[in-house]
């Protein structure tokens, strides 16, 4: 089982929320269940279990006509882009 302590006001600063501390209690006892179950399933023997990306089976489908088009050229993105940098495109920042 897990003896260690959830922080639950470094996590909510991480998820940039406020808790009240009725909430902070309800939430740290909820994650250290969640946790408890993890270690739970870390115990479990799977030496020899294939991993599996989905629990069917899942193929592509090809429609007539998938076949890969014209690709532009690194001169011509670079032409079309607003900003390039080291063969990148520079796009504006969107995470803090």
């Given at each position: 089982m897990n003896t260690?302590?959830?922080d639950i006001d470094y996590l909510a600063n991480l998820a940039r929320i406020d808790l009240?501390?009725?909430e902070k209690i309800k939430l740290s006892s909820q994650l250290e269940d969640i946790i408890g179950y993890f270690d739970k399933?870390?115990?479990v023997n799977v030496e020899g279990v294939e991993?599996?990306?989905h629990t069917h089976k899942v193929s592509n489908v090809w429609?007539?006509?998938d076949e890969p088009g014209e690709v532009f050229t690194?001169?011509?993105l670079k032409k079309?882009?607003?900003e390039y940098r080291d063969n990148q495109v520079v796009v504006p920042k969107v995470v803090e």
């Open positions: 260690q302590k959830i009240s501390d009725e399933l870390s115990a991993p599996m990306a429609r007539e006509g690194s001169e011509t079309l882009a607003p």
